[in-house]
C-alpha cells in the first residue's frame, strides 16, 4: 500500500504553532482509515515545542533556507532556522524509513507550504514559494501536495 507523509495537524493532533489542529478532509479521513498516513510535524521534530512564536522565512523561501541563503525568524526576531532544517531533514528520514510517495502538508507554512508562504514581514502578505521542507521532500523526488490539492493528490495516488 502506497504510503503518504501528512502534516500532524491536518490528523488532529495539536502541534501548530498556537498550539491547535487544523480542519482534515474526508480524503483525508480515507487514506487513514486505510492506514495510508505517516504523521509528522517538522517544527516539533526539530524541537521547538507548542505553543512556540510563530515564525516565517525571511528575505527568500525554503529553497534558499536550504542553501544557507534565507533564514526563519520569528516575530521578536529570534532565529529558528536550525530547528526548521532539522526537522525537515527528520520528516525526510520518516519518508525514507516508510518508502512514502508523496506528502500532504499544510498550505503556507514555512515548513509545509507546497506552493505558498508568507513574505517574511508578519503582515499576512505572502509570496510563491515552498516552505524548507516542502522543498527538502520535492528535492529528494517525493511528490508534495496541499492540503488544499487532496483531489490532484488523490489522482496522483491513483485514488481519486
Do not use: N
Not at 35 to 50: D, F
Not at 92 to 112: E, F, N, Y
Not at 123 to 149: C, Y
Request: charged share 25%; with cysteine; net charge neutral.
Amino acid at each position: 500500500m502506497k504510503k503518504i507523509l501528512i502534516s500532524a495537524c491536518l490528523v488532529g493532533q495539536k502541534v501548530r504553532y498556537d498550539g491547535q489542529a487544523s480542519r482534515g478532509d474526508e480524503q483525508i479521513s480515507v487514506w487513514q482509515a486505510q492506514g495510508r498516513l505517516v504523521p509528522i510535524c517538522p517544527e516539533v521534530s526539530g524541537g521547538l515545542g507548542v505553543p512556540r512564536p510563530a515564525a516565517e522565512v525571511v528575505d527568500g523561501t525554503g529553497e534558499d533556507v536550504l542553501v544557507g541563503a534565507a533564514r526563519l525568524m520569528t516575530a521578536d526576531g529570534v532565529d529558528v532556522t536550525e530547528a526548521f532544517v532539522a526537522g525537515a531533514r527528520q520528516a525526510l528520514k520518516v519518508a525514507q524509513k516508510h518508502g512514502v510517495v508523496m506528502a500532504i502538508l499544510k498550505a503556507r507554512s514555512p515548513s509545509c507550504g507546497s506552493s505558498t508562504i508568507y513574505d517574511g514581514t508578519f503582515s499576512g502578505k505572502k509570496r510563491d514559494g515552498m516552505g524548507v521542507t516542502a522543498a527538502l521532500l520535492r528535492s529528494e523526488g517525493i511528490a508534495v501536495f496541499s492540503d488544499e490539492e487532496l483531489e490532484k493528490a488523490a489522482r496522483f495516488l491513483g485514488t481519486g
